[in-house]
């Protein structure tokens, strides 16, 4: 029977609220860690350093991306030095463009230049992970991440997109870029980001919670879940 522990994907720990990435850290269900502004605000995150310390502490040998905060190519490039030095483990999230569609491809050329390990983010298109391809370097490690929950929500397949990334990433012999299925919906998206070739996978605690279910028997899924709502309808006290 097919268990999360026989994944060969990488699972990655997806939100930035620090007790719950102490929980999973210590749980050894994921092999990594991932955070954006979004999920910092929504955790309550104030002081940006003082949290990525926190976890660098909490967490020092398995990676976690942190992302640069401003617009403008040249503060990013100033921004994405600084966190690198936060910590040894660290991945620095620059995205694909800024807010005005101006690609990051340069600064990405300059920083990886200097081995800074980056992990490239709010990836949609095949061009953009050319491009993105043509930045990196074969010797230092790098994360693509494409955005592959969000393109389906577009009502596009996003799985051409991540194989042929894939096949972008081997064809440049990028051994040490990780292709990364970011956005994740459901659990059943783990088995297309392997097939796709990803080697890291992102997922939120919502999801993380239902990896234990990975095997269980369809006809035992069925049962649990006429009992629960059998339970609910007799707690309801509902007539009909």
Request: glycine residues 8%; proline residues 3%; contains cysteine.
């Amino acid at each position: 029977m097919v268990s999360f522990k026989d994944l060969k994907i990488k699972i990655f720990a997806d939100g930035a609220d620090i007790e719950s990435m102490k929980k999973m850290y210590k749980s050894g269900k994921v092999q990594g860690f991932t955070t954006n502004p979004y999920f910092l605000r929504l955790a309550g995150v104030t002081d940006y350093k003082g949290f990525a310390e926190e976890v660098v502490r909490e967490i020092p040998d398995m990676p976690v991306s942190f992302e640069v905060i401003s617009d403008d190519l040249e503060t990013m490039e100033k921004e994405a030095r600084i966190v690198s030095g936060w910590g040894e483990n660290i991945y620095v999230k620059i995205p694909v463009t800024n807010t005005r569609g101006v690609s990051t491809a340069p600064i990405i050329k300059n920083l990886t230049s200097d081995g800074l390990k980056l992990n490239v983010t709010v990836i949609y298109t095949v061009e953009q992970v050319k491009e993105i391809a043509s930045s990196l370097l074969p010797d230092v490690e790098s994360i693509v991440s494409i955005f592959a929950g969000r393109i389906g929500e577009t009502g596009v397949d996003p799985m051409p997109i991540v194989k042929e990334a894939s096949q972008i990433l081997k064809s440049m012999s990028l051994e040490k870029a990780e292709l990364l299925w970011a956005s994740t919906r459901e659990i059943f998206n783990i088995f297309q980001a392997e097939e796709c070739g990803c080697k890291i996978i992102t997922i939120g605690d919502s999801i993380l919670e239902k990896l234990d279910g990975i095997g269980i028997r369809l006809e035992d899924a069925s049962l649990d879940t006429i009992k629960t709502f059998y339970e609910c309808a007799q707690k309801s006290g509902y007539k009909i």
